[in-house]
């Protein structure tokens, strides 16, 4: 094909993909949120094995949208409260569309000057969002789990390298034990990262009150016990109720003790960015590196999260590679592969840029206290509702609700089956969790797109599985035969 037939395959697949987006982006409020169809379906349209011979492009496209729309998850629909996901401003999405229109490889000045600059303005932008040191450095990864590992490789080289250890030389055998003490708030991809760092083994956990914020009093204790390298990890915006660690007290004890703080804050950071809610997040600024995502709370597509360290020459040295092919930059500019553990990657620098240029300090805040405001609107609807408690304080955007079913039926029957009429139906798609043993629905409010009326919707919705997962109960047995 020639060049010039290329280009018109290619801007002809974009116009149907365009085509196809404006029926697709419809307001999703009128369908079911969930899958309409089961893995035997989809596998029976999308999973035979390889053709010999390919298919034409505009036919590839018509297969996927065919067989694959039937099997999404609506995620970024404006009444959709499961995990914390959050949509995707137009701006990004159109972003997401240009970055693969460019196909720029973000490792290396070298491979894509715009990416690396708009990499370095947009690190700029976040760690003045963050409220951050200024000298912090940056890396735009995949995820926050990614995040977390990177921020965790640039901790294990600085408290090793504090003890006379060079880790990346000399890895880990014969190293002088580290002791981590882990919030038993932190989520999963925090322990993952230890363990694909070789440092599960050094673990210790960090006791929680009942909302999941760290106690002060158990790590004073820990940390009394403590003597060389240390890295404390902390919980900003628990998974399950939003709750964030006494930030402050952690960074200046762990401090005390020559520790590295480490953040979870995938969701949690966002919040330095509101004058509302800033104060749930005060002494962020003091930790020695954070993980969060743009993905979720900030509604750019995914993949996108952020790594942010306090200590350049440390995160560089955990990440840095350099081989002879590999050229780096020379005028002391950054090369984004320094990092991240990535080395070719999408510029996804670029969907950042676009977004919070888009919405400048002031439209980020809105975003974040629009949907802290709805959280707590939908929160107020349900603690006076009867039957329903509301577990956490509603601190950011997470809601977590624990039902009393009005018969012999179990908490957990009785939640599975309000959780499966929410996610059989048009609004408020949920999931369950389990929080201090008691089964719980965990409703987060993330969507830029998210209103009062939507969250009314959705909580007309919840009450209602509710009442008729208790009506249920009163069916005569027969009627399930
Ligand atoms: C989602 C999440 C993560 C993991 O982030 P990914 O972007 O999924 O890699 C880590 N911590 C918390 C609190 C999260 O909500």
Not at 102 to 120: F, I, K, N
Request: glycine fraction near 8%; charge should be negative; charged fraction near 20%.
């Amino acid at each position: 094909m020639t060049d010039a037939g290329a280009r018109e395959v290619t801007v002809d697949l974009l116009r149907a993909v365009g085509d196809y987006s404006s029926t697709y982006l419809r307001d999703p409020r009128s369908e079911r949120t969930g899958s309409v169809v089961d893995r035997a379906e989809l596998r029976r349209g999308l999973a035979a094995p390889l053709s010999r011979n390919g298919v034409d492009a505009q036919t590839v496209l018509s297969e996927l949208i065919e067989h694959g729309e039937p099997g999404l998850l609506h995620s970024g629909a404006p009444t959709f409260l499961g995990f914390v996901m959050g949509g995707a401003y137009p701006v990004a999405v159109a972003t997401e569309w240009l970055t693969s229109v460019w196909d720029q490889c973000g490792a290396l000045y070298a491979t894509s000057p715009t990416a690396a600059v708009v990499e370095e303005a947009v690190s700029r932008w976040l760690v003045t969002l963050f409220g951050l040191p200024p000298h912090t450095s940056v890396g735009i990864t995949t995820g926050c789990a990614t995040a977390n590992l990177t921020g965790l490789a640039a901790a294990r080289h600085h408290v090793l390298a504090a003890h006379g250890w060079d880790v990346e030389r000399d890895g880990l055998i014969g190293a002088p034990p580290p002791r981590i003490l882990v919030s038993q708030g932190c989520h999963v991809t925090v322990h993952r990262a230890l363990r694909l760092l070789g440092l599960a083994g050094q673990v210790t956990p960090v006791e929680t009150d009942d909302q999941g914020r760290m106690r002060v009093r158990a790590l004073e204790a820990e940390l009394t016990r403590t003597s060389g390298p240390l890295i404390v990890c902390g919980q900003v915006g628990n998974v399950d109720s939003g709750a964030v660690d006494p930030l402050e007290a952690v960074c200046d004890l762990a401090h005390e003790y020559d520790g590295w703080v480490h953040f979870d804050a995938a969701f949690g950071m966002w919040a330095a960015a509101s004058d509302t809610v800033r104060h749930h997040v005060s002494g962020l600024e003091k930790a020695d590196s954070w993980a969060t995502d743009a993905h979720k709370w900030l509604n750019v597509p995914y993949d996108c999260g952020v790594v942010l360290c306090a200590h350049p020459t440390s995160h560089r040295a955990a990440l840095r590679t350099s081989a002879e092919y590999l050229t780096p930059a020379v005028d002391g500019g950054l090369d984004p592969v320094d990092y991240t553990p990535d080395m070719s990657r999408r510029a996804r620098s670029l969907v950042l840029w676009a977004t919070l240029r888009h919405l400048g300090a002031d439209g980020v805040a809105d975003l974040i206290d629009r949907c802290c405001t709805l959280a707590r609107r939908l929160a107020a609807g349900l603690a006076h509702t009867d039957g329903v408690t509301v577990v956490n304080d509603v601190v950011l955007n997470q809601v977590l609700v624990a039902f009393t079913p009005d018969d012999q039926t179990t908490d957990a029957e009785h939640l599975t089956r309000i959780v499966t009429a929410l996610q059989r139906g048009p609004v408020a798609w949920a999931s369950p969790t389990t929080w201090r043993g008691r089964p719980c629905l965990r409703l987060s409010v993330c969507n830029w797109q998210t209103t009062a009326h939507d969250i009314d919707q959705c909580l007309a919705a919840i009450v209602s599985a509710h009442r008729d997962a208790g009506a249920r109960l009163h069916t005569p047995i027969e009627e399930f035969a």
